[in-house]
């Protein structure tokens, strides 16, 4: 079952400090076919429907380039998802795992990642496939996949470092 915002057996829950959202700024808006969180995808799938990625002003002119990319990571702020559990039990069946030990929505700062397929870019809007969140979730960044990125700055001693 999808977690709306109940504990279940054996989760244990803390007393978070007060969340400052480490002064993030949301740089767009995501829009999904999925309304509920009990239609949601678990993960996004690369043949699943196309979204819309709308990027806020001033940040449109921070698109420049991205078309040069197939795959991007797409990373977003779970805004429904409580924040409290440590150990959680996504079975909902007594067992639990602690939460980085998880995927979940459920964590101390609610990020969620996604490598996406780009399918173009029209404009101030990224249309994409692979993404699992809520239509309307907050956007807090976009990165091109690191496997098709290459550093463009010059190289530094660390990337010449090995071993321990
Ligand atoms: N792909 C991301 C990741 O691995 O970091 C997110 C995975 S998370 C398991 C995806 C689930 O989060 C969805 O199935 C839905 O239940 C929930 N979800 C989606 N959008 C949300 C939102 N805006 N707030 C809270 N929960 C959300």
């Known amino acids: ?21 480490a002064g993030l700024v949301f740089i767009g808006r995501i829009r999904t076919p999925w309304t509920s969180r009990l239609d949601c995808p678990r993960q996004g799938r690369r043949d699943g429907p196309t979204c819309r990625i709308e990027i806020f002003e001033p940040w449109v002119a921070a698109l420049a ?16 998802s409580r924040r409290d559990l440590v150990l959680q039990s996504p079975r909902n ?7 980085f030990a998880l995927r979940s929505p459920v964590r101390p700062n609610p990020i969620g990642t996604s490598l996406v397929t780009l399918v173009a870019v029209e404009g101030s809007t990224l ?12 956007l807090i960044d976009l ?22």
């Open 65 to 80: 380039g991205i078309e040069a990319f197939g795959q991007i990571e797409v990373i977003y702020w779970l805004d429904q």
């Open 127 to 138: 249309l994409v496939r692979g993404l699992d969140c809520l239509d309307g979730t907050p």
């Open 1 to 21: 079952m999808v977690r709306l915002q109940e504990i279940r057996a054996n989760e244990v829950a803390v007393e978070p400090p007060p969340p400052t959202d």
């Open 93 to 99: 069946d007594g067992t639990t795992r602690g939460t």
């Open 143 to 164: 990165k091109p996949d690191r496997c098709q990125f290459s550093p463009l700055a010059a190289p530094q001693p660390g990337d010449f470092q090995t071993g321990d």
